[in-house]
């Protein structure tokens, strides 16, 4: 009989009291995802510290990024206003930053302005900001049942996070010869070596420890919006999990007491009784405002707390994670997934969760992640875990469904109290979102006959085939090149962030104005030697932005600091083609994994595309996003098809 305890604070406890038989799962097998040797942190001290380039390496990367971006005239103009920063107002910011990093080498000099960055702009979150990854099914489709997939991979997330609280996470490690350093002799070597002098050590065997402060936010953390500037909000000490279903908020402990994961019974019983209620879809779902402008959900957020909903706020901010049960089927709509892992209708989502872990009716499952707390190498690294946790041993499985008992279970209902007000911004958000969303365009590529395999044969880069594909795709529709950005973890670094490559280079360039006009006549062979040259291109840019000797930072640090210092804004950013290079038409991200179906995110200008990419073994994919009335994804994958057919086609000569 459920019992329904309605308490002034708006949060009803679904409760069913019975004589506990719950199983003890107090072992360490079971509370512990990994038992490293070394501990996670081991490597934290003695990372290297994030370089600042030479101001004169800088500046000519930078050129040589707006090169194949402009004509003689505005090159001639943009060389002229780097050559005066680089003997004025350059020296002087470049002398401060270095100061500033000298005084704060606890850090690196990214870290506070690239935050700022994020939790300085104003719009909405969904789209513009949070990606989506989307794991491959299991192999026993039994596994992929709603309430049995979302118990295992509560149950793995909280291995995860127990492992990482408890030091005994394996550290993230680059492993550049995995024969040498993936081994017990490494593990057992390293652990000796005092904190301090670890990296060191490390290197010694050729293997590259990653930064994981990044860590500790991927649970029990939000994004507060504030009028002005939003804030991470961190509350370690939360036991509970809230779960979103039909615009609903439910709450229930996942960790007891003295911290130990509840029996995997235990959570799917709280979590069908979730899947089993009745109600019809809330028709004022609070996150929806989660899609807001982010002054805008500041103000409503406010009235929210004034209107005695401060409680239920909290619960939701500390929350370990949050758990999206959508009671829609997918099936075989790959456009749907798409959708539904980025953007959906907000009314089943809360956007500002550092992730949610969000599960159709049919079993598919991935997250949406905020991204100001973090990057890609955390969020994937957790995905990855997480991934083969619960598909080598499950915790829970299809035949203990039938069995669940309904005991001892303890489920709040989390009731917003919405006056008309609240009730009326919620309306109107509802709307505008959906409007906002119909005019996003998305489409998909999947090659599965070219990959990471191939390229190698031909002695390319795949990364490098993959950008010079983008800036063919694009030629082929529009004639022109245009600004790229692709994304690049400095995780190697203490408190490294990401850096910036500019895959859109002079040898692009060439190749795309010799594969797309027919009055240039080149053989096969001689286009491969271009394709060939421009791999070298790439891998070297790669590399520099690897190592923390990309420009886009260290030109936004120095930007920073100026802007921050009310001087005359230097002539380098005065320069139309400054802000030009930074509006990315194509910005592109990979995460590549075995364990990811399909991951993307939104175009971050109005005319441009977002472009989410994997590069596996044997397949090839892409999530193309765009604006309806600026550019059509659609229209643009066929393209990229035929950009990586040809490509493919010369590299076969």
């Known amino acids: 009989v459920y019992r329904y305890l309605i308490k ?22 079971y509370q512990f995802m990994q038992m490293s040797k070394v501990p996670t942190l081991h490597f934290q001290a003695s990372l290297p510290r994030l370089p600042i380039p030479k101001l004169e390496d800088s500046c000519r990367r930078y050129l040589n990024a707006q090169k194949p971006l402009l004509n003689q005239k505005e090159f001639q103009n943009t060389s002229s206003c780097v050559s005066k920063f680089l003997t004025s107002e350059g020296q002087s910011l470049q002398k401060l930053l270095l100061q500033q990093n000298a005084e704060n080498t606890h850090t690196s000099y990214i870290s506070e302005p690239w935050f700022d960055m994020y939790l300085q702009d ?13 794991y491959v099914p299991e192999s026993d489709p ?3 049942a709603q309430l049995v997939k979302a118990t295992n991979i509560v149950v793995s997330s909280l291995r995860f996070l127990k492992s990482f609280k408890n030091n005994i996470l394996e550290p ?34 050729k293997a590259f420890p990653l930064d994981m402060s990044q860590y500790k ?10 009028l002005g500037k939003d804030r991470i909000f961190h509350d370690p000490s939360a036991k509970h999990l809230v779960v979103l279903r039909k615009g609903h908020f439910y709450a229930f402990d996942v960790l007891d007491a003295n911290d130990s994961i509840r029996g995997p019974k235990e959570i799917a019983a709280c979590l069908k009784i979730i899947l089993e209620d009745d109600r019809p879809a809330n028709k004022y779902p609070v996150g929806v405002l989660t899609t807001s402008e982010r002054d805008q959900w500041a103000r409503a957020r406010s009235h929210l707390v004034e209107t005695g909903n401060r409680e239920i706020l909290q619960k939701i901010d500390s929350a370990v994670f949050i758990m999206v049960l959508d009671d829609e089927i997918i099936g075989t709509d790959y456009n749907k997934l798409i959708k539904t892992y980025l953007h959906k209708d907000g009314t089943n989502r809360w956007f500002d969760k550092s992730f949610s872990f969000i599960i159709s009716k049919d079993g598919y499952s991935g997250i949406n992640f905020e991204h100001s707390w973090g990057d890609g190498v955390a969020v994937l690294r957790y995905f990855q875990d997480v991934k083969a946790d619960i598909s080598k041993k499950p915790r829970f499985h299809p035949n203990e469904v039938d069995d669940l008992s309904k005991e001892n279970i303890n489920v709040e209902r989390l009731q917003f109290s919405l006056d008309a007000k609240s009730k009326g911004i919620i309306d109107q958000q509802k709307a505008d979102y959906q409007a906002w969303v119909n005019r996003l365009c998305i489409d998909f590529m999947l090659n599965e006959e070219i990959g990471k395999d191939q390229y190698k044969k031909f002695g390319v880069s795949s990364d490098a085939m993959m950008q010079l594909a983008f800036q063919l795709a694009l030629y082929i529709l529009e004639g ?25 280079t002079l040898e692009t360039k060439a190749i795309c104005v010799a594969m797309t006009q027919k009055q240039i006549e080149l053989s096969k062979s001689e286009l491969k030697k271009m394709i060939l040259e421009c791999s070298k291109t790439h891998n070297m840019l790669t590399k520099e932005a690897v190592m923390g000797q990309g420009f886009d930072r260290h030109l936004f640090a120095l930007r920073r600091i100026s802007e921050k210092s009310d001087s005359t804004k230097p002539v380098i950013f005065q320069d139309s083609a400054y802000d030009a290079l930074n509006h990315n038409i194509l910005s592109t991200s990979t995460l590549s994994s ?41 229209h643009y994958v066929q393209a990229l098809k035929h950009a990586i057919e040809s490509i493919h086609d010369v590299l076969r000569t």
């Not at 002034?8 to 097998?29: G, K, M, Q």
């Not at 350093?181 to 005092?194: A, E, G, Q, Y």
């Not at 245009?482 to 995780?491: G, I, K, L, M, R």
């Open 8 to 29: 002034e604070t708006n949060i009803n406890y679904i409760s069913l009291f019975h004589r506990s038989t719950a199983v003890l799962y107090d072992t360490t097998e």
């Open 122 to 134: 104003r719009k909405p979150l969904p789209i513009n900001y949070n990606p989506f990854l989307v």
């Open 142 to 144: 039994k596994y992929d």
């Open 172 to 205: 993230e490690v680059f492993h550049m010869k995995p024969e040498k350093s993936d081994t017990p002799l490494f593990r057992n070597v390293i652990r000796l070596i005092p904190s301090r002098f670890s990296w060191y050590g490390a290197y010694l065997f």
């Open 217 to 226: 936010n991927l649970f029990n953390t939000t994004r507060i919006p504030e």
């Open 480 to 504: 022109k090149s245009v600004p790229t950005y692709e994304s690049c973890s400095t995780a190697a670094y203490k408190h490294g962030r990401t850096e910036t490559i500019r895959p859109c």
């Open 594 to 634: 075995p364990e990811i179906m399909v991951g993307g995110f939104g175009p971050v200008i109005p005319n441009g595309y977002g472009i989410g990419y994997t590069i596996q073994d044997k397949r090839l994919g892409s999530t193309v996003t765009s604006y309806e009335g600026s550019h059509n994804a659609s």
